[in-house]
């Protein structure tokens, strides 16, 4: 059995948490990869999502720490926090180029409008950490025809854009996609919002697997469910890179 982590950074906030995260991975002698996004935070055009919505329900309250860094759109993976990843031993990914625009807008826009949000990310990428991203996760899973197509012309090793259990390339119709996709396979604790409990059997049953992915972010997971992150670093053992995880890929694919 072995977890893999995938941490997203889509914010300013998420950005400000990744130390500490960094430390209680390292009292669980845990790995992660992290997908980092591009471009200006603009979560504050989320607000509008959660009008009438309970203030103090976990996905809007993890956006108060980066609230007024947002308020001026700086660039998410420009922040310094994220510096303590570089030569961590922790791997890094791009998380597309601004989250916000490119889960809401993505199925308007065509081949060479996304070839160009995913080639304008890859430079911000590498000016800050001094390597071109060599994985991509679409943000909010996120993904059409064109974006598939667009992909494959970037030559990554790997893509995480979907849910699911085992690696594979996507088709549609007669078109099967170059690009290998590692499907994350539950949704984010915050997201399933069930209890503590639960969730933890739910891992010990994907523990019995050769593998799975559970994804986190960590303004959420960490600052408001950390308890439960402990368990599950706890229960999950010492968890993977995806690019291990892409690295051992023959011998996990159905
Ligand atoms: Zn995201």
Known sequence: MTMGLRVDVDSIADAMAVPELLDLLKKYHSKATFFITTGPDETLRNISHYTGKNLLSIPLKRYIPGFFQSIIRRNVESHQALQVLINSGHEIGIHGYRHYEWMNFLHKKNIAEISNMIETGCKLFEKVFGIPPRSFSSPGFTTSKEYLLALDDFDFDYSS???GFHPF???VGDKKFGTLQLPVTIPSPCELQDDDEKIIRNIREL????????????SCELLYRRELLESILECAGNTQLLREIYENTSDIRP
Do not use: E, G, T
Not at 208 to 215: G, N, T
């Open 161 to 163: 854009d979907f849910y």
């Open 207 to 218: 523990c019995k697997k050769d593998h799975f992915i559970l994804y986190i972010h960590p």
């Open 169 to 171: 390339n996507p088709q």
